[in-house]
Structures are given as structure tokens and as C-alpha cells.
């Protein structure tokens, strides 16, 4: 399985932007990239995916490489709800289309 | 909807018992997914279904570990005999198979062997 590289933790201040990086030099063509964030004590939920171009969502934006080695989860402005680990997901579809957790970053957002 | 449906939501039983967990996905959804989340090794897929059939069970611990779908509306996770390293959050998800579509998850199941 393809995998991802995060910071462990990040931190922002409530109604500021937020970039989460992500780096998966290893991804392979058939690799979509999704992000998925887990709050306190739930289940992670999903916020976005992309394959080569840039997307758009509710939730978030995320801004792919165009080498696609790497990408990048945009909050356009975070709240305190938004406190979270974040997690950076390859998902190939070719290979069954599983979902591979990896530590994720962990954002925490100050009021 | 109300989304994927786990019980119970917590479980302690001492070591040695059968333990068996239930998920009811999605209507309509066709893939569901067994996950299991602790501090030491984070979430990590135990199984998963397309179609009610078992397509991959390599994250499955070991033997004492089953997992069943018998219909479109539910499946458990059964663990026996339990053992006190089996605590966990276990987490059901499910979804429409392919590539565009987002996986839904329960709220999960939080283990605890004695």
C-alpha cells in the first residue's frame, strides 16, 4: 500500500486559514488521495478526495501537486469544531479500494 | 437516515467469553468494512464486504476472530475467547462501492476484556 506522510500535530487560531500537508511520493496512477478526520470520540468522517485536479467542498479544498507527490487539505477558516486528526488516505481501486489508516496529523485550534 | 448503526456501544466482559459485535449499514449501501482503534497501533481494517461476501480478511487478527454478513442489513464481529489485548474501539463502515464515494462510519463499539 501506497503511503502517506503527515505532521504528527498542527496548530491554528479559530477563524484562520489552516493547510495540512501531506506527502505521498509513492503514489501510483490509479491512487486517489482522500482525507478523512476523526473528532473526539467519534468515528472518522469523510471530507474530500481528488485524483489530479484541485477540489472543492463544503467542508474544505484540497490542492493536489501536479506531480501528485503531494497535497494539501485547506480550512478556509477553522473553528473550534474543527479541532481533529486529520488523516491523508491513498485509496486504489485497482487493489480493492481499502482504506489505510496512517497516524495522521492532529489539529488543535485556539480560541 | 440514521446513518451506520453499531451495538452495543459499550461492552466489558472478563476474559474468556465470547464477545459479539453488531452493525446494521447503510440501506442500499454494498461494501461494509470492520475496523479496530487503539492508542498503540491506531485504526486498522480488520475485514471487509462487497456484496454480503468476505473480499479481504488479512487485517483479522487471528483465529479467534469471525466475521459474518449474512444479509444486506447487518453483519457481526464475534471474538472468542476474548482476551484483555482485544480492547479496542471496533468501528463498522460502510459504502457504495467506487471510486468517488465517501465511507460512512458508526460511532463504534468501545471493547473492554478484564
Known amino acids: 500500500d501506497a503511503k502517506t506522510t503527515q505532521p504528527n500535530s498542527m496548530e491554528s487560531n479559530e477563524e484562520e486559514p489552516v493547510h495540512l500537508p501531506c506527502n505521498h511520493s509513492t503514489i501510483s496512477g490509479t491512487d486517489y488521495i482522500h482525507w478523512y478526520r476523526q473528532l473526539p470520540s467519534q468515528g472518522p468522517e469523510y471530507v474530500i478526495h481528488g485524483l489530479t485536479s484541485n477540489v472543492n467542498n463544503r467542508m474544505a479544498s484540497l490542492a493536489i501537486a501536479e506531480d501528485r507527490k503531494s497535497s494539501t487539505l485547506i480550512l478556509h477558516r477553522a473553528t473550534l469544531r474543527d479541532a481533529a486528526v486529520y488523516y491523508c488516505?491513498?485509496?486504489?481501486?485497482?487493489?480493492?479500494?481499502?482504506?489505510?489508516f496512517g497516524q495522521g496529523t492532529e489539529l488543535s485550534v485556539k480560541p | 437516515d440514521a446513518g451506520v448503526i453499531q451495538s452495543p456501544r459499550h461492552e466489558v466482559t472478563e476474559m474468556g467469553q465470547e464477545v459479539t459485535l453488531r452493525c446494521k449499514p447503510i440501506?442500499?449501501?454494498?461494501?461494509l468494512f470492520w475496523y479496530r482503534q487503539t492508542m498503540m497501533r491506531g485504526l486498522e481494517l480488520l475485514i471487509y464486504f462487497n456484496n454480503n461476501v468476505p473480499i479481504d480478511d488479512s487485517g483479522m487478527p487471528e483465529d479467534r476472530f469471525s466475521a459474518k454478513m449474512p444479509n444486506a442489513s447487518f453483519s457481526t464481529l464475534k471474538i472468542q475467547p476474548s482476551e484483555p489485548r482485544d480492547s479496542a474501539v471496533y468501528f463498522c463502515?460502510?459504502?457504495?462501492?467506487?471510486?468517488?464515494?465517501?465511507?460512512?462510519f458508526g460511532p463504534g463499539t468501545r471493547l473492554t476484556v478484564l
Open positions: 440501506s442500499g449501501h454494498n461494501s
Open positions: 488516505i491513498l485509496r486504489d481501486y485497482n487493489q480493492g479500494g481499502k482504506l489505510i
Open positions: 463502515a460502510s459504502e457504495v462501492s467506487g471510486p468517488y464515494n465517501e465511507q460512512f
